[in-house]
T-cell receptor, first 109, second 114 residues
């Protein structure tokens, strides 16, 4: 059973649109949830963290957490071509991160 | 802005040879990690390190692997006898006091075993 699941994509959105990325996790003891952005050949870059149920906004990014449904999402408003990357969902069930396979986002001009 | 630095950026080694990958974590961080990513696959946890000892390790982190903090700034991953399947990107990461907060990644070392 996969621990963190994401749709691999690619998810294509036009420039200026909202991109919606989703993630589910299986380990109920997880208390911390993160979204990383990874450009091809580069390292994961932390863009959002969320620890409690509800929404957390930072600039164009909004993370949403629903622990009862074991669901985390990331919304990117006003998507830009520079947002084209793979977005990794990560959960922290202890002293480590467990990653999903990532969703590839393509923002088209 | 503080960052995690890794050296070398790319290492090519022959099968059976030992390699040491080096990392300098963010200076006030106390939790250190190694992850790897095989090409086209997900990022996988290898080991976490706190207070000069391993706090958790994965099944991947077998007897061929070891970690060390030889001084106050460096954190190393040693692979004793490399195998072809060890070819991957290896990422070092660090986080601050609790270990349950945000982890920041270095730029990675691409290890190629031939």
């Amino acid at each position: 059973q996969k621990e963190v699941e994401q749709n691999s994509g690619p998810l294509s959105v036009p420039e200026g649109a909202i991109a919606s990325l989703n993630c589910t996790y299986s380990d109920r003891v997880s208390q911390s949830f993160f979204w990383y952005r990874q450009y091809s050949g580069k390292s994961p870059e932390l863009i959002m963290s969320i620890y409690s149920n509800g929404d957390k906004e930072d600039g164009r990014f909004t993370a949403q957490l629903n622990k009862a449904s074991q669901y985390v999402s990331l919304l990117i408003r006003d998507s830009q071509p520079s947002d084209s990357a793979t977005y990794l969902c990560a959960v922290n069930p202890g002293n480590k991160l467990t990653f999903g396979t990532g969703t590839q986002l393509k923002v088209e001009l | 802005e503080p960052e995690v630095t890794q050296t070398p950026s790319h290492q090519v080694t022959q099968m059976g040879q030992e390699v040491i990958l080096r990392c300098v974590p963010i200076s006030n961080h106390l939790y250190f990690y190694w992850y790897r990513q095989i090409l086209g696959q997900k990022v996988e946890f290898l080991v976490s390190f706190y207070n000069n000892e391993i706090s958790e390790k994965s099944e991947i982190f077998d007897d061929q692997f070891s970690v060390e903090r030889p001084d106050g700034s460096n954190f190393t991953l040693k692979i004793r006898s490399t195998k072809l399947e060890d070819s991957a990107m290896y990422f070092c990461a660090s986080s601050d006091t609790t270990g349950n907060t945000e982890a920041f990644f270095g730029q990675g070392t691409r290890l190629t075993v031939v």
